[in-house]
């Protein structure tokens, strides 16, 4: 079964990164909806957010082998901002695998999409990244700069149920149909009724032979 971490407003500083604002990301929604204010985003780029898993969280070593998605729910902005979780000037934004402690980065990827330039919610997707340790966290990390004028602009995000990270397989195996394994066939679960039955039938017809 896929997991899912939802974005929050509380506090949760890392050692990978130096993030205007450092939250966690939670199995469960956040109750309501926060606002937090991003500010001091210069012409250079800077890393305004962090949102980190909890602790042995997800808890394996090949987690998001797949595609991985984060929705992030960005309100309100000054229009000279571009923002995303990629390389955007100096802020070496994406979404990455960092150590259980987060002091480490051990590997990132960045978003497919071009870096986004206006409002509300947004939808990013990457590649996969590659097989660590299980004790391992993700981390989004979201950059962002002014794109021309003097001076630091800035941007609210929030928390509301409505930004999450997704995708991967905690477990290792997708969801699908059920099946049962004979021999080198693999049976669907169309099948799998007829199995049982005719395996009941035999078990009582042998069960009456004296």
Not at 35 to 54: N, R
Not at 102 to 109: C, D, N
Request: overall charge negative.
């Amino acid at each position: 079964m896929p997991k899912i971490f939802y974005h929050t407003a509380t506090d949760e500083a890392i050692g990978a990164y130096n993030a205007t604002e450092e939250k966690a990301a939670s199995l469960t929604p956040p109750p309501g909806s926060t606002d937090t204010s991003l500010t001091g985003i210069g012409t250079a780029g800077e890393l305004i957010l962090t949102l980190i898993t909890p602790a042995n969280e997800p808890n394996e070593a090949g987690a998001w082998p797949s595609d991985v998605q984060v929705d992030i729910d960005i309100p309100s902005m000054d229009s000279t901002l571009e923002y995303g979780f990629k390389t955007i000037g100096n802020a070496d934004g994406g979404f990455a695998r960092v150590s259980a402690d987060g002091s480490t980065e051990v590997a990132i990827v960045e978003q497919v999409e071009d870096p986004f330039a206006t409002p509300g919610l947004k939808t990013c997707t990457f590649p996969a990244l590659p097989a660590g340790d299980v004790t391992d966290r993700g981390v989004a990390v979201l950059g962002a700069r002014k794109t021309f004028g003097h001076g630091n602009d800035g941007m609210n995000y929030r928390a509301d149920g409505d930004g999450l990270i997704s995708g991967g397989w905690a477990g290792g195996v997708p969801a699908g149909p059920i099946g049962v394994v004979l021999g080198t066939t693999t049976q669907a679960s169309s099948v799998l009724t007829s199995i049982v039955t005719v395996l009941a039938l035999t078990m009582t017809n042998n069960s009456e032979i004296v």
